[in-house]
């Protein structure tokens, strides 16, 4: 029953902007840290940024400086926010989350991930 869903993603030109969303919806209690991962075909899906419940991040080296991650707790939201995008930055792009379920179990849930193509 829960779920991430995720948005935003498209075709963008090289030093272009994207903003990806990823709401969780569901029967949720809360929901603690969260995460955007990407994946391009053939590669290995690789950890991009994470927040804490109270808004702490970090930043893999390949998007510090360019990609901020933010959240709104109120709608169960996290944001990526993609800067100066460079070709690759072409993937498939997840949010992860730790959600407790009103059941009150903690499972680690995965959005179905969306498309960010950047072009030359």
């Known amino acids: 029953q829960v779920q991430l869903v995720e948005s935003g993603g498209g075709l963008v030109p090289a030093g272009g902007s994207l903003r990806l969303s990823c709401t969780a919806s569901?029967?949720?209690?809360?929901?603690?840290?969260m995460h955007w991962y990407r994946q391009a075909p053939g590669e290995q899906r690789n950890l991009l940024a994470s927040?804490?419940?109270?808004?702490?991040?970090n930043y893999a080296d390949s998007v510090k400086g360019r990609f901020t991650i933010s959240r709104d707790n109120a709608k169960n939201t996290v944001y990526l926010q993609m800067n100066n995008l460079k070709l690759e930055d072409t993937a498939t792009y997840y949010c992860?989350?730790?959600?407790?379920?009103?059941?009150?179990?903690?499972?680690?849930?995965w959005g179905q991930g969306t498309q960010v193509t950047v072009s030359s």
């Open positions: 992860n989350a730790d959600i407790r379920t009103d059941g009150g179990r903690l499972v680690n849930y």
């Open positions: 569901g029967s949720i209690l809360s929901v603690g840290i």
């Open positions: 927040i804490g419940n109270f808004g702490n991040t």
